[in-house]
């Protein structure tokens, strides 16, 4: 593959934390000092660059991930900052899977906070280097070393110190680079503008010292010309360090720690010099792997403008100005405005009528994307979140996005008449936008159900319809999303036999259902379907129709109509008519067979599961605990963090409406707590007799 320098100078970055460690606040300052922004706003004030919607303005935190291009010493630094609130984590998970690198920024008083642990391993999953930012080094209570260790401790062993800083608290004036050996310090009558180096003050040199050999002798090991200059004790230029470091981190061994008070405006600046020499361009990551459409053939797709086209569509956004924007991360060949290209997911051609380049909720006009790229695209219909976009002549399928499910519902109805077209199509536009966003309707009450990640989702989803779309509504009380599954093996058969309009219609399928393990299934698999039959019993031509009406009949339970899931639908039998066979007909009789099959099941509901992190003062934790197994909950474990007590514990969703208010009266509004989905399992006997009593309305 040909080089192509212009690549060799992006960085794909994301900016990930726990909620208010400071992400926004650091990219405010990133965007401030590659002169994006002329003034820098702040969180607190709701006039931030990348917080633009209303309801992060009001609430100080990130709903939505924003992009935004700057540049920095002549390199092209693409910027993700991410929301830190567990309800939003599908916009984290988006936007690691199209990124090549990230900056973990760490509250040095709270350090490794719950969610900082979650988007870590997120992360982690998609092996993506990092550099660690502890932020907040002027607060009351900053402890840098303490924040290392509890990173070293829960995240990565291969987190080490590249910076120290020079005080703590308010006596945090500067950054001691163990790289050059020189203290520097920032000019806050410039805003950290101009900044410069001293000697190191004595009565940190040897600390400084120290750690520089530890730094030294812990890098050797990525660089053999660095590992042969220290064992004969030669002079160790700043660039085989930079070059042993960056050796290191692009293998997912070396973690970069560094420090600073974005707040402050001190550190944010060598920040970015760390993102340009150690995190990798397009070229430093390996190749994106997708499959052939229909195989299990694996094909690599090199970051070369001179291939063939291949992107992924990571996000949709509908404008009220510009219309739907897909977001995409170009991972080979070029696009230009005007042209065409293939969404290989759904088979259909589409046409670009403009490319955007993107900073936050302005846009800019571009003439085309090339590989390495992230923008967005105006003029395709029918793209979404996943989706994978290519030139004609490239059969390929990226692997798409995994999206948790959604926990809670509750039930919506237009306030008038007129507000009903209003309410459908409001909401269609926003489940385009969020993959983990649900619209359905009860098959009983007729009732309109909106599902989400947790109330607060919920809660931005309802203050959008009133403010940017205009809708009225009425809001039921919030509710657990159940899921049903069967416990034992059962076959049914599944006839069509009819004539309609004058033609015949014929099919008999017979479907064996049995439960399967969920770590069985493949990501984002909620049920499998085999195919155990031979053309002679059924031809090939229906058996795709058969596999995906079997699939689409699991989203409605033989209990309350919750979607089934881990179960196995095996195609045993079945028969056809030369004449009067169909897709269509072999599509009903699979309907009906799983219909009938899932009937004769012993069938249960399955209740969603949080992980609930708390971290409270010693003096509370006893009460908490108990509180916790009163909730059928099961604490996991009770770590010790910086004087205060860490609770993780699985405890259903339906225990936990209200518990905001439940644990500030427990903690005397001490503790603090977050909650991310971790599973369903099968409900106790007891709790599912009573939820169907109420869905059956005994």
Same mark, same amino acid.
């Given at each position: 593959?040909?080089?192509?320098?212009?690549? !060799?100078?992006?960085?794909?970055?994301?900016?990930?934390? #726990?909620?208010?460690?400071?992400?926004?606040?650091?990219?405010?300052?990133?965007?401030?000092?590659?002169?994006?922004? #002329?003034?820098?706003?702040?969180?607190?004030?709701?006039?931030?660059?990348?917080?633009?919607?209303?309801?992060?303005?009001?609430?100080?935190?990130?709903?939505?991930?924003?992009?935004?291009?700057?540049?920095?010493?002549?390199?092209?630094?693409?910027?993700?900052?991410?929301?830190?609130?567990?309800?939003?984590?599908?916009?984290?998970?988006?936007?690691?899977?199209?990124?090549?690198? /990230?900056?973990?920024?760490?509250?040095?008083?709270?350090?490794?906070?719950?969610?900082?642990?979650?988007?870590?391993?997120?992360?982690?999953?998609?092996?993506?280097?990092?550099?660690?930012?502890?932020?907040?080094?002027?607060?009351?209570?900053?402890?840098?070393?303490?924040?290392?260790?509890?990173?070293?401790?829960?995240?990565?062993?291969?987190?080490? /110190?590249?910076?120290?800083?020079?005080?703590?608290?308010?006596?945090?004036?500067?950054?001691?680079?163990?790289?050059?050996?020189? /203290?520097?310090?920032?000019?806050?009558?410039?805003?950290?503008?101009?900044?410069?180096?001293?000697?190191?003050?004595?009565?940190?040199?040897?600390?400084?010292?120290?750690?520089?050999?530890?730094?030294?002798?812990?890098?050797?090991?990525?660089?053999?010309?660095?590992?042969?200059?220290?064992?004969?004790?030669?002079?160790?230029?700043?660039?085989?360090?930079?070059?042993?470091?960056?050796?290191?981190?692009?293998?997912?061994?070396?973690?970069?720690?560094?420090?600073?008070?974005?707040?402050?405006?001190?550190?944010?600046?060598?920040?970015?010099?760390?993102?340009?020499?150690?995190?990798?361009?397009?070229?430093?990551?390996?190749?994106?792997?997708?499959?052939?459409?229909?195989?299990?053939?694996?094909?690599?797709?090199?970051?070369?403008?001179?291939?063939? +086209?291949?992107?992924?569509?990571?996000?949709?956004?509908?404008?009220?100005?510009?219309?739907?924007?897909?977001?995409?991360?170009?991972?080979?060949?070029?696009?230009?405005?005007? &042209?065409?290209?293939?969404?290989?997911?759904?088979? @259909?051609?589409?046409?670009?009528?403009?490319?955007?380049?993107?900073?936050?909720?302005?846009?800019?006009?571009?003439?085309?994307?090339?590989?390495?790229?992230? /923008?967005?695209?105006?003029?395709?219909?029918?793209?979404?979140?996943?989706?994978?976009?290519?030139?004609?002549?490239?059969?390929?399928? =990226?692997?798409?996005?995994? +999206?948790?499910?959604?926990?809670?519902?509750?039930?919506?109805?237009?306030?008038?008449?007129?507000?009903?077209?209003?309410?459908?199509?409001?909401?269609?536009?926003?489940?385009?936008?969020?993959?983990?966003?649900?619209?359905?309707?009860?098959?009983?009450?007729?009732?309109?159900?909106?599902?989400?990640?947790?109330?607060?989702?919920?809660?931005?989803?309802?203050?959008?319809?009133?403010?940017? +779309?205009?809708?009225?509504?009425?809001?039921?009380?919030?509710?657990?999303?159940?899921?049903?599954?069967?416990?034992?093996?059962?076959?049914?058969?599944?006839?069509?036999?009819?004539?309609?309009?004058?033609? $015949?219609?014929?099919?008999?399928?017979? =479907?064996?259902?049995?439960?399967?393990?969920?770590?069985?299934?493949?990501? $984002?698999? @909620?049920?499998?379907?085999?195919?155990?039959?031979?053309?002679?019993?059924?031809?090939?031509?229906?058996?795709?129709?058969?596999?995906?009406?079997?699939?689409?009949?699991?989203?409605?339970?033989?209990?309350?109509?919750?979607?089934?899931?881990?179960?196995?639908?095996?195609?045993?039998?079945?028969?056809?008519?030369?004449?009067?066979?169909?897709?269509?007909?072999?599509?009903?009789?699979?309907?009906? !067979?799983?219909?009938?099959?899932?009937?004769?099941?012993? !069938?249960?509901?399955?209740?969603?599961?949080?992980?609930?992190?708390?971290?409270?003062?010693?003096?509370?934790?006893?009460?908490?605990?108990?509180?916790?197994? &009163? @909730?059928?909950?099961?604490?996991?474990?009770?770590?010790?963090?910086?004087?205060?007590?860490?609770?993780?514990?699985?405890?259903?969703?339906?225990?936990? +409406?209200?518990?905001?208010?439940?644990?500030?009266?427990?903690?005397?509004?001490?503790?603090?707590?977050?909650?991310?989905?971790?599973?369903?399992?099968?409900?106790?006997?007891?709790?599912?007799?009573?939820?169907?009593?109420?869905?059956?309305?005994?």
């Amino acid at each position: 593959m040909p080089q192509n320098s212009d690549l !060799a100078e992006i960085r794909n970055i994301g900016i990930m934390a #726990h909620i208010d460690a400071g992400k926004t606040t650091t990219t405010e300052r990133i965007l401030f000092y590659t002169g994006i922004i #002329h003034r820098m706003g702040e969180v607190h004030n709701g006039n931030t660059v990348m917080d633009w919607m209303a309801q992060e303005k009001e609430r100080g935190i990130t709903i939505t991930s924003a992009v935004i291009t700057c540049f920095w010493k002549n390199k092209q630094i693409n910027i993700i900052d991410t929301p830190g609130h567990v309800d939003f984590t599908a916009e984290v998970e988006r936007s690691l899977r199209i990124l090549d690198g /990230a900056i973990g920024v760490f509250c040095a008083v709270g350090a490794v906070e719950p969610q900082s642990e979650t988007v870590w391993h997120q992360a982690d999953r998609y092996k993506i280097p990092r550099l660690a930012f502890v932020n907040k080094m002027d607060r009351s209570g900053a402890d840098f070393e303490h924040t290392i260790d509890m990173i070293r401790q829960r995240l990565t062993k291969q987190a080490f /110190a590249i910076q120290l800083p020079i005080g703590q608290e308010d006596t945090f004036e500067g950054i001691i680079d163990l790289i050059t050996m020189k /203290a520097v310090y920032f000019d806050q009558n410039t805003m950290g503008v101009k900044y410069y180096t001293e000697k190191i003050p004595d009565h940190l040199l040897e600390n400084a010292e120290n750690m520089r050999k530890q730094l030294l002798e812990y890098i050797t090991e990525y660089d053999d010309e660095l590992m042969e200059s220290y064992l004969e004790e030669k002079e160790i230029s700043e660039k085989q360090i930079i070059s042993a470091i960056r050796k290191g981190v692009l293998k997912h061994q070396f973690v970069p720690v560094l420090c600073g008070s974005s707040l402050k405006n001190k550190g944010v600046q060598l920040l970015l010099d760390a993102v340009n020499y150690y995190l990798p361009s397009p070229l430093d990551v390996p190749p994106a792997l997708g499959l052939k459409p229909n195989s299990d053939q694996e094909v690599y797709v090199h970051p070369d403008p001179k291939e063939s +086209f291949s992107a992924l569509a990571f996000k949709v956004q509908v404008d009220k100005y510009v219309g739907k924007l897909i977001y995409i991360r170009v991972y080979s060949g070029s696009i230009k405005r005007g &042209s065409s290209l293939l969404n290989h997911t759904t088979g @259909k051609k589409e046409r670009v009528s403009r490319v955007l380049q993107v900073h936050s909720n302005k846009k800019k006009d571009i003439f085309e994307l090339k590989a390495g790229d992230i /923008a967005a695209l105006v003029g395709p219909k029918d793209i979404k979140t996943g989706d994978t976009l290519t030139s004609e002549d490239l059969d390929l399928l =990226l692997a798409p996005i995994t +999206f948790p499910d959604s926990v809670i519902s509750i039930a919506i109805e237009p306030k008038t008449k007129a507000d009903k077209d209003k309410l459908d199509l409001s909401l269609r536009k926003m489940e385009e936008e969020d993959p983990t966003f649900r619209v359905s309707q009860h098959k009983d009450t007729g009732q309109i159900l909106i599902s989400g990640m947790g109330e607060l989702h919920l809660e931005i989803i309802i203050d959008r319809l009133k403010r940017e +779309f205009n809708v009225q509504a009425n809001i039921g009380n919030p509710q657990v999303a159940y899921r049903e599954s069967i416990i034992n093996k059962t076959t049914a058969t599944g006839e069509f036999i009819r004539e309609l309009n004058g033609k $015949g219609h014929y099919a008999i399928v017979k =479907l064996k259902l049995s439960p399967v393990d969920s770590a069985e299934l493949k990501p $984002g698999e @909620k049920n499998r379907f085999v195919n155990s039959v031979t053309p002679d019993v059924i031809p090939k031509e229906f058996w795709d129709a058969i596999r995906s009406s079997s699939l689409s009949a699991c989203f409605d339970g033989p209990l309350m109509s919750s979607p089934i899931e881990n179960v196995k639908i095996e195609l045993i039998d079945g028969k056809f008519n030369e004449v009067d066979s169909s897709e269509t007909a072999f599509s009903i009789a699979a309907s009906i !067979a799983v219909n009938n099959a899932l009937r004769k099941a012993t !069938a249960i509901i399955l209740e969603p599961i949080m992980l609930l992190n708390i971290i409270t003062p010693d003096d509370f934790l006893g009460e908490i605990i108990g509180d916790i197994n &009163s @909730k059928r909950g099961r604490v996991e474990r009770i770590l010790n963090s910086n004087k205060k007590q860490e609770i993780v514990a699985q405890v259903p969703m339906s225990e936990l +409406f209200g518990y905001a208010t439940r644990l500030r009266s427990i903690s005397q509004g001490r503790a603090i707590y977050t909650m991310e989905y971790h599973k369903h399992e099968k409900t106790p006997a007891n709790v599912q007799d009573k939820i169907l009593k109420k869905v059956r309305g005994f």
